[in-house]
């Protein structure tokens, strides 16, 4: 079994920084895929990125890549987001994932999930 425990998040003026938490507890931590995503009002959630226990990273698109930095310490079970750059559009609650098998937590279909953190992006 594996809880996740996401911090971080806050108001951000455009083009600032933040930096998400995800801090991750079981005894299987190592063996999983653990990733962000994120749901805007209205919209449905969308994959941000992904990183496996090994250090490979996939981002999502373009509206990311560049500005976002995933990366984990398995010292100390946590796993992080680093945004920089941010856009109004950015604005959205954000949700760590882990799951054994990456192509299903891509898919959205994570075993785990973390309460979410709101990050807001003023202009």
């Known amino acids: 079994q594996v809880q996740l425990v996401e911090s971080g998040g806050g108001l951000v003026q455009a083009g600032g920084s933040l930096r998400l938490s995800c801090a991750a507890s079981g005894r299987t931590f190592n063996s999983h895929v653990m990733g962000w995503f994120r749901q805007a009002p209205g919209k449905e959630r969308e994959f941000v990125a992904a990183?496996?226990?090994?250090?490979?990273?996939?981002y999502a698109a373009a509206s990311v890549k560049g500005r976002f930095t995933i990366s984990r310490d398995n010292a100390k079970n946590t796993v992080y987001l680093q945004m920089n750059s941010l856009k109004p559009e950015d604005t959205a609650v954000y949700y760590c994932?882990?799951?054994?098998?990456?192509?299903?937590?891509?898919?959205?279909?994570?075993?785990?999930w973390g309460q979410g953190t709101q990050i807001t992006v003023s202009s």
């Open positions: 990183i496996r226990w090994s250090g490979i990273v996939t």
């Open positions: 994932a882990a799951d054994y098998d990456y192509t299903k937590l891509r898919g959205g279909g994570a075993d785990y």
